[in-house]
């Protein structure tokens, strides 16, 4: 039987700041080596991302001389934390599109701005600067919280790069998501090269959040390389405050996306809580149009409770570790590229990471194999299955080879 934890008692948390100003922290030692990039609160009524970074920022200059790297803490959407709601004119989450970047590009001349358009050209500017500065990995961080109450997890793209360091971490993965959304700010820094890792740390407004939060930066300190476990004298308590929070760390991979739009008029029922299991056929909401059942005996993950969002629920299913092994193998050997000698598989002219397959032979693929080869984002054009997986998968563009 799932057993429903029983939730705090929660009262709003405001963050201090201001608008338009995303810089929290800047925190460089020996520039040479690793770059680590946080964002918190990119979701405004998320106040204990950028709060978790507020206290951490006071107490690292105490560490600077011994950052063999730098560190950059950010405020995401600062004009939502404000007004303490998710975004004003749309999801700065869901807003780093080719097309919303080239509007917002700092070098645009378009002046026709929403509240979140301000909000990336701004973090544009920071970005580029230090992207471009970097001599070594760059690592991204994004921290968030959920309406419903549940264990933190990390979302995770799924390049090789981001899962190694993932599993430095001890913290549930969700792997895939960010393939099922499109324009996440994490995406975005993805498809530059970075190692990224977003974080669901666990209930709006709650202190457990915060704590998570904060054991998570500082052992990303020391899992990106910048700072040494011996210099960091919390060490073992922040991993024991993520390990406490995470129970038994999990790989999960995503299996379904369930989008609404706002005339769905979507409903969750209620007393779900992520990664509780479900049967096949189990009510799980309901919209306009009905009973929305689960497809697949699995896990659901990130139900909805809340009005804004373009997510109901997910559903996913724990991996085995000798399936993430032999998709590293495969991986690392390249193996999917091999796909394009299959009849009825053609390599899209306009991107070498997608590729496009026939009806009868897109039949013959179960997910599984896709995923095992990289492929988690899937869509029909036509008659054909467009798949494409992520770039950067094994290297590092910001790591200079000898
Ligand atoms: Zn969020």
Partial sequence: MQILSIPEKLEAKH???????????????????????????????????????????????????????????????????????????????????????????????????RAEDLEQTEILILLEKILKSAKDEVYALDLHSTSAAGVPFATVGDTLRNRDFAQK?????????????????????NNTG??????????????????????????????SGI??????????????????????????EIRYRHAI?????????????????????????????GAIKSAEKGLILMPLYQTL?????????????????????LRRWKIGNLMRFLPGVKRSEFDAETFEINTKIARIFPLQIFHLLGFRKRRWRGNKLVVSRRRFDTESPFVKKI
């Fill in 194 to 223: 970075a190692v990224t890792l977003g974080y669901e740390g666990g209930q709006h407004f709650a202190d457990s959040t915060i704590a998570a939060h904060e054991a998570l930066v500082w052992l990303a300190l020391v899992n």
């Fill in 15 to 113: 963050v201090e700041i201001v608008e338009g100003e995303h810089l929290i922290g800047e925190f460089v030692g020996d520039e040479t080596g690793a770059t680590l990039v946080v964002f918190g609160s990119v979701h405004g009524n998320e106040a204990a991302g950028a709060l978790a970074l507020q206290k951490i920022a006071k107490r690292l200059p105490a560490f600077q001389k011994k950052l063999h790297g730098r560190v950059y803490f950010l405020a995401g959407n600062t004009r939502a934390v404000k007004q303490s709601v998710r975004f004003i004119d749309s999801d700065l989450n869901r807003h780093w599109t080719l097309e919303n970047i080239k509007h917002n590009s700092p070098n645009s001349h378009i002046t026709t701005k």
């Fill in 227 to 252: 700072l040494a476990k011996e210099d960091l004298p919390g060490f073992e308590k922040h991993t024991e405050v993520l390990r406490r929070a995470t129970g038994k760390p999990r790989i999960v």
């Fill in 309 to 329: 969002g373009e997510d109901g629920f997910f559903t996913g299913r724990e991996v085995a570790p000798f399936w993430l092994k032999l998709s590293g193998f």
């Fill in 169 to 189: 971490f001890p913290i549930t993965i969700l792997l895939g998501i960010e393939e099922q959304l499109d324009g996440t700010i994490l995406e975005y820094l």
């Fill in 261 to 289: 739009t706002e005339s769905d008029n979507f409903k969750m029922e209620l007393g779900f809580e992520n990664f509780q299991p479900v049967k096949r056929g189990e009510l799980l909401a309901y919209d306009r149009k």
